[in-house]
Nanobody
Framework: VQLQASGGGLVQAGDSLRLSCAAS????????MAWFRQAPGKEREFVAS????????DYADSVKGRFTVSRDNAKNTVYLQMNSLRPEDTAVYYC?????????????????WGQGTLVTVSS
């Protein structure tokens, strides 16, 4: 089972970026998928989640209205479209997958993790 995150880079404040998380090795149709991020010196935090089957989404307050999470079933890929980026969005972004009960907002309940992709937003 593998999650491969990509799409990070260096952008300016106000720019957009799209992250991808390609899933392989099993069927993720019953999973909740999420994006977390960890900024330097800070704890990992929840960004957004999507239920692969229903498409139900959830977002952290800090990204609502700016970020959109989606999935492409045919490509087995989850995306995070990030618009109006701010310097405080600078972090390593991780995709993760969870099956079963447990909080969507806590990384402790996620059993599958991608390797992370760095997003740097300059002011």
């Amino acid at each position: 089972v593998q999650l491969q995150a990509s799409g990070g880079g260096l952008v300016q404040a106000g720019d957009s970026l799209r992250l991808s998380c390609a899933a392989s090795g099993r069927t993720f149709s019953s999973y909740n998928m999420a994006w977390f991020r960890q900024a330097p010196g800070k704890e990992r935090e929840f960004v957004a989640s999507i239920n692969w089957s229903s498409g139900t989404t959830d977002y952290a307050d800090s990204v609502k209205g700016r970020f959109t999470v989606s999935r492409d079933n045919a490509k087995n890929t989850v995306y995070l479209q990030m618009n109006s980026l701010r310097p405080e969005d600078t972090a390593v972004y991780y995709c993760a997958g969870k099956l079963g009960p447990g909080s969507l907002y806590s990384g402790s309940y996620y059993s599958h993790w991608g390797q992370g992709t760095l997003v740097t937003v300059s002011s």
